[in-house]
């Protein structure tokens, strides 16, 4: 707790004491450039496969991020960044600029709206904003916000709408260390906190968050 306290604190102070410059990705080059992201992610972004994420809407400094994350995974042999078998392979070949062009596209678009279960709300919505002081889970809500936004200059990225199974599957990964490029590791940290019902919850309460 102390760990993702002390990450919180720093992030703050530094997006306080300076201004972000203007994402300068190209949204009509990102979709002409968008094609082969259409099969797994739609060409509206919104992925059709609930494995894969919905990246419409999403913001486009966390997009450049993972993007640049899955390159490195895969020229760091996954000792670096964010290994993923597909996508990994699908940002090798990408320029910095084509991952900026693809962010600023994505982003531009609109997310679908999802729903949430009515026998996960209540659960889903405490563990939510106010996590589990016991077991020591802090709130969700305290890096994405109460509606599930995120930030884009803290590059914490927006859950709300999620597809549930994508978002299932992250925590797991983040929880077994499988995943690990998160900010000073404080999603893993919390993962290995949540049992298999709270992750499952969590998944769906947050794919009707708005």
């Known amino acids: 707790m102390k760990k993702i306290a002390l990450s919180l604190t ?33 060409p509206d972004g919104n992925a059709p496969i609930t494995i ?25 042999g996954g000792k670096e960044g964010r290994m993923d078998p597909v996508m ?6 990408l320029s910095e600029q ?34 589990d002081a016991e ?21 914490f990225p927006k859950v709300s709408f999620q597809h549930p199974e994508y978002i299932k599957s992250q925590l797991e990964k983040f929880r077994n260390g499988t995943r690990h490029n998160d900010l000073n590791g404080m999603m893993g940290d919390i993962a290995k906190k949540l049992t298999d019902k709270d992750i499952e919850v969590l998944s769906k309460y947050l794919g009707g968050l708005h």
Not at 136 to 148: D, E, L, M
């Open 52 to 76: 894969y994420p919905k990246i419409a809407g999403q913001h486009p400094d966390y997009i450049l991020k993972q993007l640049q994350d899955l390159k490195l995974g895969m020229t760091s």
């Open 10 to 42: 720093i992030l703050l102070g530094a997006l306080s004491a300076s201004n972000a410059t203007a994402f300068d990705g190209d949204v009509n080059a990102g979709k002409q450039k968008s094609a082969t992201c259409a099969a797994c992610h739609g």
């Open 135 to 155: 077991r020591g889970i802090p709130s969700c809500a305290s890096c994405h916000g109460p509606r599930g936004n995120g930030s884009s200059l803290a590059k």
């Open 98 to 131: 084509d991952m900026k062009d693809l962010a600023a596209y994505f982003s531009s678009l609109n997310m679908s709206e999802g729903s949430t279960p009515k026998d996960v709300v209540e659960v889903g919505a405490m563990l939510y904003k106010a996590g």
């Open 88 to 93: 990994s392979a699908m940002a090798m070949p």
